[in-house]
C-alpha cells in the first residue's frame, strides 16, 4: 500500500520516538536509474466513511482510538528529511507500487543489554516401538514380522510420558535417534504410523494413520476387505451399511471385529484404511481427497 498512514507516517513515528539517534538515509545515488518521486512531507488522514482531517484535533473524539496522533505529521517533519523515502508509482517505470526508506541508526541506546534467557523447550525423545506392541500389531494384521523389521518403529517420549503417535523413520534416522546426542534437540520426525486411541473395542489400542498406507499396505494380510471398483467409489462417497454392501464384501467386514481394516481393490490396485464399525463400513480418507479421487 502506499497510503502515507501506512508509510511516511510511520517512519515519522519511529524518528520522533528516537531523536538523535536514527535518522534517514539518502540512497538515492544507490539506483540512479529508478524512477520514483520523493517521501511525502505533509498530506491528509481519510476515515471509513471518506471524512478528511488535516490534524488530529479534527479527528472525532468517537474515532480518536481508531486515528491516533502519530498517523498524522508530527510537528517539524522537515527536519526529519522525510523527502529521502522514496514512492515508487506503477505508471512511473512498469513497476508495482513501493515505498522505500532507509534507515541508520546513528548513537546507541543505553549500550549494550543482557539478553533475556531464553527457556528451552523440554527434549522430545523417540524411543524403538517395544516388542510387545510390535508383536501384538504384526499379529493382528498379519504382517511378517522379518518385513516389518525393515522399516524402524519409534514413539515418542516428551517429558518421560509415552505421547500418542507413533512413527516410521529410516535407518539412518534411526541410528541418529539412537546415538543419545544430547545436543540434538527433535521435535518432530518420520512419517506417522500410529496413533493411540481409547481401546473401546479390546483389539488393539492403535489406530493406523493415512499417511502410512505406502509404508504398510502391501505388507497388510488380515484384517483386509476386498471391493470391487463399484463399491470402491460408493464408499469415496459415504459410508455403507452391511446391507448395503455386496454379499462377498459383507461376509469379509463381519467376519472381522471392530477397528481398523484394510480396503483393497485390486481392479484399481488401491489401498485405503478403512474403519470397521459395529453396522457400518466407512474408509479412513478425508473428505477433498474423497472428491478428486471419486471423479
Given at each position: 500500500?502506499?497510503?502515507?498512514?501506512e508509510?511516511?507516517a510511520v517512519?515519522?513515528?519511529?524518528?520522533?520516538?528516537?531523536?538523535?539517534k536514527?535518522?534517514?538515509?539518502?540512497?538515492?545515488?544507490?539506483?540512479?536509474?529508478?524512477?520514483?518521486?520523493?517521501?511525502l512531507?505533509?498530506?491528509?488522514v481519510?476515515?471509513?466513511?471518506?471524512s478528511?482531517?488535516?490534524?488530529?484535533?479534527e479527528?472525532?473524539?468517537?474515532?480518536?482510538?481508531?486515528i491516533?496522533?502519530?498517523?498524522?505529521?508530527?510537528?517539524?517533519?522537515?527536519?526529519?528529511?522525510?523527502?529521502?523515502c522514496?514512492?515508487?508509482?506503477?505508471h512511473?517505470?512498469?513497476?508495482?507500487?513501493?515505498?522505500?526508506?532507509?534507515?541508520?541508526k546513528?548513537d546507541?541506546?543505553?549500550?549494550?543489554?543482557?539478553?533475556?534467557?531464553?527457556?528451552?523447550a523440554?527434549?522430545?525423545?523417540?524411543f524403538p516401538?517395544?516388542?510387545?506392541?510390535?508383536?501384538?500389531?504384526?499379529?493382528?494384521?498379519?504382517?511378517?514380522?522379518?518385513?516389518?523389521?525393515?522399516?524402524?518403529l519409534?514413539?515418542?517420549?516428551?517429558?518421560?510420558?509415552?505421547?500418542?503417535?507413533?512413527?516410521a523413520v529410516?535407518?539412518?534416522?534411526?541410528?541418529?535417534l539412537?546415538?543419545?546426542?544430547?545436543?540434538?534437540?527433535?521435535?518432530n520426525?518420520?512419517?506417522?504410523?500410529?496413533?493411540?486411541?481409547?481401546?473401546?473395542?479390546?483389539?488393539?489400542?492403535?489406530?493406523?494413520?493415512?499417511?502410512?498406507?505406502?509404508?504398510l499396505?502391501?505388507?497388510?494380510?488380515?484384517r483386509?476387505v476386498?471391493?470391487?471398483e463399484?463399491?470402491?467409489?460408493?464408499?469415496?462417497?459415504?459410508e455403507?451399511?452391511?446391507?448395503?454392501?455386496?454379499?462377498a464384501?459383507?461376509?469379509q467386514?463381519?467376519?472381522?471385529?471392530?477397528?481398523?481394516v484394510?480396503?483393497?481393490?485390486?481392479?484399481?490396485?488401491r489401498?485405503f484404511?478403512?474403519?470397521?464399525?459395529?453396522k457400518?463400513?466407512?474408509?479412513?480418507?478425508?473428505?477433498?481427497?474423497?472428491?478428486?479421487?471419486?471423479?
Amino acid at each position: 500500500a502506499l497510503s502515507p498512514v501506512e508509510n511516511e507516517a510511520v517512519v515519522s513515528a519511529v524518528l520522533s520516538a528516537f531523536p538523535g539517534k536514527i535518522e534517514l538515509v539518502d540512497a538515492g545515488q544507490e539506483l540512479p536509474q529508478l524512477r520514483r518521486a520523493k517521501g511525502l512531507v505533509k498530506w491528509a488522514v481519510l476515515d471509513v466513511d471518506g471524512s478528511e482531517y488535516a490534524s488530529h484535533s479534527e479527528v472525532p473524539p468517537s474515532r480518536r482510538q481508531k486515528i491516533s496522533a502519530s498517523c498524522f505529521p508530527p510537528e517539524g517533519a522537515h527536519t526529519l528529511n522525510m523527502e529521502r523515502c522514496m514512492r515508487v508509482y506503477p505508471h512511473l517505470q512498469n513497476t508495482g507500487g513501493f515505498f522505500v526508506a532507509v534507515l541508520r541508526k546513528t548513537d546507541e541506546d543505553g549500550g549494550a543489554r543482557d539478553r533475556a534467557p531464553n527457556p528451552e523447550a523440554p527434549p522430545t525423545a523417540f524411543f524403538p516401538l517395544l516388542n510387545d506392541t510390535l508383536a501384538e500389531f504384526c499379529t493382528l494384521f498379519g504382517i511378517d514380522r522379518e518385513e516389518l523389521a525393515k522399516i524402524s518403529l519409534v514413539r515418542e517420549k516428551e517429558k518421560g510420558q509415552n505421547r500418542k503417535t507413533i512413527s516410521a523413520v529410516s535407518e539412518a534416522v534411526a541410528a541418529v535417534l539412537a546415538a543419545d546426542n544430547r545436543n540434538l534437540r527433535i521435535k518432530n520426525c518420520g512419517v506417522k504410523v500410529m496413533t493411540q486411541q481409547k481401546n473401546e473395542t479390546g483389539v488393539f489400542a492403535y489406530k493406523l494413520a493415512s499417511s502410512s498406507i505406502d509404508i504398510l499396505g502391501k505388507h497388510i494380510t488380515e484384517r483386509t476387505v476386498e471391493v470391487d471398483e463399484n463399491t470402491l467409489r460408493t464408499l469415496l462417497l459415504r459410508e455403507l451399511h452391511f446391507p448395503d454392501l455386496p454379499d462377498a464384501v459383507a461376509e469379509q467386514t463381519e467376519k472381522t471385529s471392530v477397528g481398523t481394516v484394510l480396503v483393497f481393490c485390486p481392479a484399481m490396485d488401491r489401498r485405503f484404511y478403512g474403519w470397521r464399525g459395529h453396522k457400518t463400513l466407512s474408509l479412513c480418507v478425508d473428505k477433498s481427497y474423497r472428491q478428486r479421487l471419486s471423479l
